[in-house]
Each structure stands twice: as structure tokens, then as C-alpha cells.
């Protein structure tokens, strides 16, 4: 669904949480989002989790691990349907808008990560979302993606590979996607560390190819070099001539490429994303 940007002043009461579980050694294994179905803490909680689909199996039997005795029940929603009302071209406040559609659906809320990410919205399979959010319309998973890449919004096990990738190199904490002042969990030491020395070497950026490739055309992982063939990152995921890479920033700023099968190159160049803190290390 494509939207104008709503207004953060007055967006209503956030609804949703943006959140990994990691592992041991303090990388990435599941991206989450958390949204609150309870209206108050006196109401049984009640939690919708968004994954990627592709680890749907694997987080339940995660879950389960840190359920113990609890009485907690962890079953996969399928009768739902998950819709990005993203910002369209054109500026305006729809925060009035979409408040008074918010009746209408199970979920109706500002994303968590990035405000240029517009608002989540989650309904029953059957449901219409041209009829709960009027003047918009249908994209597609395409659509979507082309909007991330843009804006350097990593998602999911391509983007954020599992057991890989580092919370911090992911601009997590950019995406109120890490808590510094919460209670240990598993994978903290690493991270907090990390942080309090403030020294990040690589993040990962939205970048754009000098001309749009098929789909998996570059291997996943596929190295990126400078001019004179130093290393500078790691291809990750993309589409056309678009897509994110883990980067050096050291080398963001010079002519990069990636060496192709067949002995091809294709040339790269990276951004910081407007939406970035303005003092970042």
C-alpha cells in the first residue's frame, strides 16, 4: 500500500516493537516484530510476532526453549495478512486518517524501525485494505522491497543472515532495534561492548548497481572491492539495480565493484541513508 508520510506529532500511541533474539556470541539470529494486542497491563497479554517466514519452524522451537513452566502458548498465526502502508511521493498528514481507521483492523501502527517505513497494518486474510484505508493502493512484494533498498532498511534471512550478522553492522540501534539500558540477554556483552567503545567499521548501506541484473545474478555474499581490488564488503541482497551491501566506511565514498562469473564486473555506489542519525559512527 502506498501513502503519504504521517506525521510523528501526531502519530497515536506506538503499538509495535522492533527486536532480535541473538545468540551467544552476540549475532543475529531472528528479526522481530512484537505487536501488542492487550490494551492494558490488567488485560491477559497478548503478543503477534512478524517474522520471516522462512524461520517460522525454527523461532517457534526457539520460543518454546524460553517458555519453561509458563503457561504461554505459541501457535502460528496463518489466518492473518500483513500489509506495509508505505510513504507515497506526495507529502501530507494521514495520522488523522488512518486514527480513524484503526477500529477497523487487528493492527493499524507506525513501524517501528523507521519512520520512512509509514505504518504496519495486519487484518484477517478475507479483509480489504483499499476498504480500511482509503485513497490508497495495491503495489506489490516488489514494491516493497524497491522502498527498503532505497532507504537501507535491511529485513530479513538474506538481508540479516543468521549466526552472521552483527546487530550494531546492521544499523539496529538506527532502528530502535537494541535497548542500553534493559537487563542482560543473551548475546549483550558483545553488543554492549561494541557500543561503548563506539568504534563500528562496517554498516550495512543501500547501494545501486550501474545497471539492473536478474534476480540472483551476484551470489550471495559476493565480494565487493575497491579500484585496486581491496576488499570493501559484502554483497547481501537486492533487486534490479538495487540493493544492500555490508560495507567498509572507510570506502563507502570510492569507485566499487563486484567481479561477476564469466570474469564480468558490475560497478556499485553506496549512500548514507538520509534518515540516519546526523552524527554517526
Known amino acids: 500500500l502506498s501513502f503519504p508520510t504521517p506525521s510523528p506529532q501526531t502519530a497515536p ?9 541473538l545468540n551467544v556470541q552476540g549475532r543475529c539470529l531472528y528479526e ?5 494486542l492487550h490494551e ?5 497479554p497478548n503478543i503477534l510476532v512478524e ?4 524461520v517460522l519452524d525454527s523461532l517457534q522451537k526457539h520460543l518454546k526453549l524460553y517458555k519453561i513452566r509458563r503457561k504461554v502458548n505459541i501457535v502460528p498465526c496463518l489466518d492473518l495478512s500483513l500489509w506495509a502502508i508505505i510513504p507515497g511521493e506526495q507529502s501530507g498528514d494521514i495520522s488523522s486518517i488512518l486514527d480513524k ?3 477497523k483492523t487487528l493492527v493499524l501502527t507506525p513501524d517501528p524501525r523507521a519512520e520512512v517505513m509509514g505504518w504496519r497494518l495486519i487484518t484477517k486474510k478475507k479483509e480489504n485494505p483499499l476498504e480500511i484505508v482509503p485513497g490508497s493502493h495495491i503495489g506489490n512484494i516488489r514494491d516493497y522491497h524497491r522502498h527498503r533498498y532505497k532507504q537501507g532498511i535491511a529485513e530479513g534471512v538474506n538481508d540479516i543472515p543468521p549466526g552472521v550478522a552483527l546487530p550494531l553492522e546492521s544499523n ?22 561494541t557500543h561503548h567503545t563506539g568504534v563500528i567499521r562496517k554498516r550495512l548501506l543501500p547501494v545501486q548497481l550501474s545497471a539492473p541484473l536478474p534476480l540472483g545474478s551476484i551470489p550471495e555474499g559476493a565480494a565487493i572491492l575497491t579500484e585496486s581490488g581491496k576488499s570493501a564488503g559484502k554483497y547481501r541482497a537486492g533487486g534490479d539495480e538495487l540493493g544492500i551491501a555490508l560495507l567498509r566506511l572507510a570506502n563507502i565514498n570510492e569507485p566499487l565493484r563486484i567481479s561477476l562469473p564469466g570474469d564480468a564486473n558490475v560497478t556499485l555506489t553506496a549512500a548514507v541513508p538520509n534518515w540516519w542519525p546526523k552524527t554517526t559512527n
Open 172 to 193: 539496529l540501534a538506527y532502528m530502535n532495534g537494541i535497548s542500553f539500558t534493559k537487563g542482560c540477554y543473551i548475546g549483550q556483552e558483545l553488543t554492549a561492548r
Open 101 to 103: 481507521c484503526a477500529d
Open 13 to 21: 500511541p506506538p503499538r509495535a516493537l522492533y527486536t532480535h533474539a
Open 32 to 36: 522481530l516484530i512484537l505487536y501488542r
Open 51 to 54: 517474522c520471516d517466514s522462512t
Open 40 to 44: 492494558s497491563q490488567e488485560e491477559e
